[in-house]
């Protein structure tokens, strides 16, 4: 899952467009104009506009979301809609460096709709969270769990991908070589994402093929065909 653009979010805002966030301003006594109420659209928008700025403006802008992500919530939901909302409001908190409350939030987008379309993509989340948490003893047990219960998702070879990363951050290489040897036969168009051809220059690295590992970290400064 990336930090930044994330394809999730954006499914989930999608599907989600008419849910109604209590920031309005109070009333008063005389007719004023009011604004629209936010929606996740609206504020998973300004979400993906925000992570385009420099860093500065772009977490003072990310900041201004966290408020009206979490008003949403007070409003009277169905099921879909809490997980949509709690889903935009922890990929708010994960761009801020907020990892364990971007877990919890993730979670409660999973147990809101258990068997929605969306729950593999906020289990995923999750653990990903888990992961940038420091957790990675335990994520790794957790990608085990979600691929027994999500072999059908199209997010297997995303959570792949990341266990030959958490493998590779505890030094194991024969687990690690073993995942990326697994994803050539099960999703061999990942042979050229980037995180594979760095996780297999790492590999050949640690088996003191250096003239494998060069030649892996070249192929990265060679354009992808479109």
């Known amino acids: 899952m990336r930090i930044g653009g994330n394809p999730m979010i954006r499914r989930y ?27 996740v659209a609206d504020i998973g928008v300004r979400l993906e506009q925000a ?28 099921d879909p809609a809490k ?25 409660e987008s999973a147990k809101n709709d258990k068997k929605g ?3 593999d993509d906020a289990r995923f989340a999750e653990i990903r969270a888990l992961e940038l948490a420091g957790k990675d ?8 769990e979600w691929e027994k219960k999500h072999r059908k998702s199209t997010l297997v070879a995303e959570a792949r991908i990341a266990r030959v990363w958490n ?23 990942t042979g050229d ?14 088996a003191s093929d250096h003239e494998g590992c060069l030649a892996e970290l070249a192929r ?3 354009p992808t065909a479109a």
Do not use: M, Y
């Open 13 to 39: 805002i999608a599907t989600t467009t008419t849910l109604v966030c209590l920031w309005a301003a109070p009333a008063v006594a005389q007719e004023q104009p009011t604004e629209a109420p936010a929606t």
């Open 51 to 78: 992570r385009l700025l420099p860093r500065g403006e772009r977490i003072e802008s990310i900041l201004e979301l966290e408020a009206p992500a979490a008003a949403i919530l007070q409003g009277d939901l169905d």
């Open 83 to 107: 997980a949509a909302a709690n889903f935009l409001w922890a990929e708010i908190e994960l761009e801020l460096g907020k990892a364990s409350r971007a877990r919890e939030l993730f979670e």
């Open 117 to 119: 379309p969306f729950a």
């Open 137 to 144: 003893a335990e994520a790794l047990e957790r990608w085990e």
């Open 167 to 189: 493998h590779l951050r505890a030094g194991d290489w024969r687990r690690a070589q073993a995942v990326v040897d697994g994803l050539a036969e099960s999703a061999p168009w």
């Open 193 to 206: 994402d980037p995180r594979v051809v760095l996780a297999q220059a790492v590999l050949l690295h640690a």
């Open 220 to 222: 990265l400064d060679k």
